[in-house]
């Protein structure tokens, strides 16, 4: 069935370090990707979207590229913030609904 | 309401006791979505409403769980006979029409299993 492998956290990160957090995926056919994050005491959201393979999604200078050739959807910042501590979740849209990895907590230091 | 709401945002119960969680959609999104999230587990798939029906139910735990969804909005999951496996944050979400990315969740119900 449809997966999602992201990379273990906790990711301790200085501010203005670099991010990546990785994600993997397995699917049959074209799925849509995203990356959703969940800040200390609120809800999921939606941080970005790649539909198609080569798509590129990006918000608050967050980047992710849609890799069909390594079924890879990889997070990126150039320079976190303390702001940007959060739980970072990947997802594919499955069959009616999505399936998310076990989340990726980023703890950014002043 | 502006977002979705859940209720209660908290519960302690005992073992064996049953429970109901509630969900109030975004007025209009036709489609919900109940996940469970647990420590270590991510985002476990539950249940899904089109309208008032259920069209995929494949991730409830056992049939000590079950969920309605009454016209066309609140959604109430309820578990019987509480287990101290059930403790988790049970999330509701909502979407306009069919569009199975752009899920708008509310901020959880946790629940603890004495």
């Known amino acids: 069935g449809d997966s999602v492998t992201q990379m273990e956290g906790p990711v301790t990160l200085s501010e203005e370090a670099f991010l990546t957090i990785n994600c993997t995926y397995t699917?049959?056919?074209?799925?849509?990707l995203f990356w959703y994050v969940q800040y200390p005491g609120e809800g999921l959201q939606l941080l970005l979207k790649?539909?198609?393979?080569?798509d590129k999604g990006s918000n608050k200078g967050f980047e992710a590229t849609y890799r069909k050739e390594t079924t890879s959807f990889h997070l990126e910042k150039g320079s976190v913030q303390v702001s940007d501590s959060a739980v970072y979740f990947c997802?594919?849209?499955?069959?009616?609904?999505?399936?998310f990895g076990t989340g990726t907590r980023l703890l950014v230091s002043p | 309401g502006a977002g979705v709401s859940q209720s209660p945002s908290n519960k302690v119960t005992e073992k064996g006791k049953d429970v109901e969680l509630r969900c109030d959609p975004i007025?209009?999104?036709?489609?919900l979505y109940w996940y469970r999230q647990s420590l270590g587990q991510g985002l476990e798939f539950l249940i899904y409403?089109?309208?008032?029906?259920?069209?995929?139910k494949s991730g409830l735990p056992s049939d000590r769980f079950s969920a309605e969804r009454t016209g066309g909005s609140v959604s109430t999951l309820t578990i019987q006979r509480t287990q101290q496996e059930d403790s988790a944050v049970y999330l509701c979400?909502?979407?306009?029409?069919?569009?199975?990315?752009?899920?708008?969740f509310g901020e959880g119900s946790r629940l603890t299993v004495l």
């Open positions: 997802a594919l849209s499955g069959f009616q609904k999505l399936v």
């Open positions: 699917a049959t056919g074209y799925p849509s």
């Open positions: 790649a539909t198609k393979a080569d």
């Open positions: 007025s209009g999104h036709t489609a």
């Open positions: 409403f089109q309208g008032n029906s259920a069209p995929d």
């Open positions: 979400a909502s979407v306009a029409g069919r569009n199975t990315g752009e899920l708008f």
